[in-house]
């Protein structure tokens, strides 16, 4: 669970005045909002990249530091080293999340093999947003947080991730998807929240 607890968020503008909110682990949560809204900013405060300006944000009853190799977060394509390669990305990930997936599993997945192993500035969108995707699932963490996780994507390639979404979550992950989009994964989400006068506010509750 992740617990946010009477947390302000004070950027240029207010995002959250005294918000509460728990999410809870085996859940996919949609956090639907227009662009520029705070998504990002809630997400980032979430994995203390940013501090609330007040309250707290708990995972279980704990701090952000106690648990941060039970959470990942890769917010965008952006953040890559373009020196890199994905298959240099994808050993740091297993190797520091200390995980037991199997970076080939997740290659095949996505049909990375043709360009794995090139530096990234090689790549196209699709191809980053395939390699972010993958190092989601291979890092095995417990809190997965993403921001604009569909965008580049082909069709097949979102209905693989939207499958993946839903077997991480059977498997007790509690995901927060941050979009402007909804109509589109709407059927695999358990609820949908907005920012709405400061508060997080269920506007979708399913299951």
């Keep these: 669970m992740i617990e946010l607890n009477n947390v302000t968020i004070e950027l240029r ?26 998504k990002t900013s809630v997400l980032r405060a979430i994995v203390s990249l940013i501090k609330p300006n007040q309250g707290n944000i708990l995972f ?31 050993k740091f990930i297993k190797r520091q999340w200390n995980s037991n997936n199997q970076i080939d599993k997740e290659i095949d997945r996505w049909k990375m093999n043709d360009y794995v192993r090139l530096p990234i500035k090689k790549y196209s969108l699709g191809m980053k947003q395939k390699l972010l995707i993958s190092m989601y699932s291979l890092s095995n963490a417990k809190y997965l947080l993403m921001d604009e996780i569909n965008n580049g994507l082909d069709e097949s390639s979102r209905a693989i991730l939207y499958e993946e979404l839903v077997h991480l979550a059977d498997q007790g992950k509690l995901v927060i998807l941050a979009s402007h989009y909804q109509s589109e994964i709407g059927n695999i989400i358990d609820q949908a929240l907005t920012i709405k006068d400061g508060k997080l506010i269920d506007i979708a509750p399913h299951n």
């Design 13 to 38: 503008e207010p995002i959250l005045q005294n918000a509460n909110y728990n999410f809870q682990t085996g859940r996919i949560y949609l956090l639907h909002a227009l662009n520029g809204s705070g």
């Design 60 to 90: 279980s009853g704990q701090t952000f530091d106690k648990v941060k190799q039970e959470v990942f977060y890769f917010e965008t394509s952006d953040w890559f080293d373009n020196n890199l390669s994905g298959l240099d990305y994808l």
